[in-house]
């Protein structure tokens, strides 16, 4: 017998099955993307699940234990995927986790298309920073109408823009579970499938009762200019980067009727901010593009792609955030002032200007005497209150102090505590009245006697 040739022999093939080859090959199965090239393209971290459901593994065994080979990142380190909550920002583009995690997809499956799945290609285009929603929605109509094996969650609803599918023209809503579920089940035991409810597994959240809610033409216009946009992004098309300041300036002519500064003002963002974009400074975002567009009647995907020509015009402006009503008028501030004196009782001058919904100073600057009044008004009834809380603390200690004389005990901070559970701490109110209570005891007689 010759054990030490076949010994040898199967040590060399561990060997090599055991040392990873430089360039792996591609071993997953080669499962295609959902709606590459059209508005309904499929997510990144949707893929990915639906890779793991092909492979019957869960995402973080897919990740951690096939996906690693195919990269120099470690996916250790990121949070676990299953208890990860940034799949949003991750489909629609954060430099390191989208690429390394396309690439490794890539090698992986050894299917091209999957590398199309996120907007990468417009990372320095546009600044993609932000862009992605806070929540998971989905739009109730496109999963009721999906077959089980087409379930998949498209990359157009992580977009913090878009609020309603551009087919059903319906508002998207939370991905929630809407069961009643007593116990909410480990996030480590949940389905990882597009579609399919983590909470209580019920197919195309089912579990939720929905009122569809319409959308607005705007929504549904901003909806179809951001489809058309991942059609052509997953379809492969190749933007120059940066978006060109002249293309901005163009648009803000148009808006601004040769006025280009005037579009600031029309579309509802900064006139400084409008300048950067103009002048080079720093890359526009996509909510203050798709506001250009709207105002000028250019599709967002003509700007991206070449000279602008005009087409449907809509009227969708950039919300910056909520600013604080301005007061005009002093007649109309010292109404405020007085309706907001009828619903809260001695109030300082910033709860009045919080319930106004103005800054203190401008009640302070603006009606000196006024604010004057409230700060009085308001110091007086919180002395008056502290003045009443004295004169409980002091009545408590005393009652305790009898209580414990009863008892036959002494006063000390340790029986008060014990009897009452009151904490005579240094410089509270019940310190005082505690020291009192003390001093007399000592000068009791029978108390002396039995300190002698
Ligand atoms: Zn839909
Ligand atoms: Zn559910």
Known sequence: MNTDTTQSAVSEDLRSSLTPAREPVPVFYGLLPMGIGTGDCEGLVSYLCRLALAHCVSVDDLVNQGLARYSTNDFKIWRHFSTWMKDRAVDVFAKQRTLALRDALVAATGIQAAGRLSLASLDGVIDLAGMSSPRLRHCPLCYQAAEFAQLHRPLL??????????????????????????????????????????????????????????????????????????????????????????????????????????????????????????????????????????????????????????????????????????????????????????????????????YIGCDRSTISKRLPEEAAMLTARWRSARSAKTAARRVEAQASIESTAQSLKKAGKSVTLRNVWLESGICVSRGSRFEEPFRRVQAAQSDEPGHRDALV
């Open 157 to 354: 609803w992580d977009l913090k823009a878009v609020s309603c599918c551009p087919v059903h023209a319906v508002r998207l809503v939370n991905s929630e579970c809407g069961g009643e579920t007593l116990q909410r089940r480990p996030r480590w035991h949940r389905v990882h499938m597009p579609g399919v409810c983590t909470e209580c597994g019920a197919i195309a959240y089912a579990c939720r009762a929905v009122s569809h809610v319409g959308a607005s033409l705007a929504e549904q216009w901003v909806a179809r200019q951001s489809a058309t946009l991942i059609a052509a992004a997953s379809g492969g098309e190749k933007f120059d980067a940066p978006l060109a300041p002249e293309r901005i300036r163009e648009l803000a002519t148009i808006v601004g009727d040769g006025f280009p500064f005037r579009a600031a003002a029309i579309c509802g963002f900064n006139k400084a901010r409008l300048y950067d974009w103009i002048h080079g400074v720093r890359l526009i975002k996509y909510a203050p593009l798709l506001a250009l567009c709207a105002a000028s009647g250019v599709d967002v995907v003509d700007v991206l792609r070449r000279p602008s020509q005009c087409s449907e015009r809509a009227n969708f402006r950039y919300e910056p955030h909520a600013r604080r009503t301005r007061i005009t008028s002093l007649d109309d501030l010292r109404e405020k002032i007085k309706s907001a004196l009828a619903v809260l009782q001695d109030p300082s001058v910033a709860a009045v200007a919080a």
